[in-house]
């Protein structure tokens, strides 16, 4: 790796993991710039998920010591979550590179749809346990496994179940999300280190500015308003993105 590389990697993880924690989209900079880098784009998804080990290590820890989180909650959303990762990930490390390369495109272009979508105005509320019902359970096993093939997006699928199905604020989304995340990519993280698809030095450099893009972000833990402008934000860059992998 070269010095501008590393700076590289540092910038667009500092604000991945800035993202992921906030709103959605952070692997839509991170995957993309990998691959830009030279790394093939399965050796590239798998490497992403150190950093996303990572970043999720720092919010959980850093959410945990400000008082927030709901372990009961969170642990049995994880569960399906988990086994969802686990097929999605086996998937993922077999499939080729121009199949790879077009369910990267088609899921930026999706994610990036759905961001552009004005949010409903909810009536929120706490979550418990006996809210959770069969179709939430089905629902974060479908996003363990989006989650654990390509990761790129899957914060806008925790928004439609966690906001919109089951009617918590966005901040709660956050502390859930970031801890679900973590749950369900350390064993999809195992998968693709077995099958030699992670090239750690790139995972960690590009970690360490996701990690600080996390512990940013975990104190600005913001509602739907504040959130806005990360959203544009990042609606541009991947615009940008976009273009440059069709036109690869």
Excluded: C
């Excluded at 093939?40 to 080990?53: D, E, F, L």
């Excluded at 999706?110 to 004005?118: E, I, T, V």
């Excluded at 995340?181 to 280190?193: D, G, R």
């Excluded at 860059?237 to 036109?247: A, F, K």
Aim: proline share 5%.
């Amino acid at each position: 790796m070269s010095p501008l590389e590393v700076l590289a990697m540092l910038a667009v993880g500092g604000i991945a993991g800035f993202i992921n924690v906030l709103s959605a989209g952070g692997s839509m900079l991170t995957l993309p710039l990998l691959m830009f880098l030279g790394l093939p784009p399965q050796v590239a998804n798998g490497t992403n998920r150190v950093a996303v080990t990572l970043q999720s290590v720092s919010a959980v820890s850093g959410f945990r010591r400000m008082g927030h989180g709901n372990l009961a909650v969170g642990l049995r959303l994880a569960i399906p979550a988990v086994i969802g990762s686990l097929v999605g990930a086996w998937l993922a490390t077999g499939v080729s590179d121009a199949v790879f390369e077009a369910v990267l495109v088609t899921a930026m272009a999706g994610a990036s749809l759905f961001m552009l979508l004005p949010q409903p105005k909810l009536d929120t509320r706490p979550l418990t346990p006996e809210r959770l019902t069969p179709a939430v359970y089905l629902a974060m096993f479908l996003i363990g496994g989006y989650g654990g093939f390509i990761q790129v997006g899957v914060g806008v699928l925790f928004i439609v179940v966690l906001y919109r199905m089951l009617r918590i604020d966005l901040p709660q989304v956050n502390v859930l999300k970031v801890f679900i995340v973590l749950m369900y990519t350390l064993p999809a993280l195992l998968i693709f280190a077995i099958s030699d698809q992670v090239r750690w030095a790139f995972g960690l450099v590009l970690a360490l500015g996701n990690i600080t893009g996390a512990y940013l972000a975990v104190r600005v833990n913001m509602g739907e308003k504040g959130a806005q402008w990360v959203k544009w934000i990042t609606l541009v860059v991947v615009v940008g993105i976009l273009v440059r992998l069709m036109l690869a």
